[in-house]
């Protein structure tokens, strides 16, 4: 049973678009959603990460919409660099003592020039 | 940021030997992981710790995997006897919260 599932596979978007990500979980227990991008050959960084508390979280280009009653999540990054070609994973967590995360499939991002 | 060490960057070894595997968290972090990433797709959960006992295993932790902390600092993770499907790259983490800081990782190549 997959908790937490992440689409497209891949995606390519021209400089300067907003790439869309977007992921879905089933445990009602989850309460905290980051997202973790990974470089090739490197390892994975958090990006940026919301609690269900709010509904949407930026940080510069990079925003996180978050609907609980469809149990959804995106990110959204605005005027996407080459830079940002990388993978992108969602996760989440129940928190307590047990914190561990749960990953998605992951995106991996192409970013035309 | 924080930094998590983990050794060796590269392994290969024959199919059936014993592997060992790595890291030394951040100090102060009472989180601590154990990840499986296969040809840099899906991060799966191997096994967790918390204040350095063993919180849960998934599924993916078979019998030939075993974790330690032999001194109270680093963590191993030995797989003994190694298959073929045992090749990925094995990532591990700590935490204080919810924040995981990964190591850079060890790719394992089982011939």
């Known amino acids: 049973q997959q908790q937490v599932r992440q689409s497209p596979q891949s995606l390519t978007v021209w400089e300067g678009e907003t790439a869309i990500l977007n992921c879905s979980y089933e445990?009602?227990?989850?309460?905290?959603f980051p997202w973790y991008h990974q470089f090739p050959g490197e390892s994975p960084a958090l990006l940026i990460a919301?609690?269900?508390?709010?509904n949407k979280k930026e940080d510069g280009r990079f925003t996180i919409f978050f609907n609980k009653r469809e149990k959804k999540f995106s990110l959204h990054i605005a005027d996407s660099q080459p830079g940002d070609s990388a993978t992108y994973f969602c996760?989440?967590?129940?928190?307590?003592?047990?914190?561990?995360?749960?990953f998605g499939k992951g995106t991996k991002l192409s970013v035309k020039s | 940021g924080p930094k998590v060490l983990q050794i060796p960057s590269h392994q290969i070894i024959d199919m059936g030997q014993m592997v060992t595997l790595n890291c030394d968290p951040v100090?102060?972090?009472?989180?601590f992981y154990w990840y499986k990433q296969i040809l840099g797709q899906q991060m799966e959960f191997l096994v967790n710790?918390?204040?350095?006992?063993?919180?849960?295993k998934s599924k993916l932790f078979k019998d030939q995997f075993s974790v330690e902390r032999p001194d109270g600092s680093y963590f191993t993770l030995k797989i003994q006897p190694t298959a073929l499907e045992d090749s990925a790259v094995y990532f591990c983490a700590s935490s204080a919260k919810e924040t995981l800081y990964f190591g850079s990782g060890t790719r394992l190549t089982v011939l």
């Open positions: 919301i609690r269900p508390v709010s």
């Open positions: 710790f918390y204040n350095g006992k063993v919180m849960e």
């Open positions: 996760a989440a967590n129940s928190g307590g003592s047990n914190a561990k995360l749960t």
């Open positions: 445990d009602s227990t989850f309460d905290y």
């Open positions: 100090s102060n972090h009472l989180y």
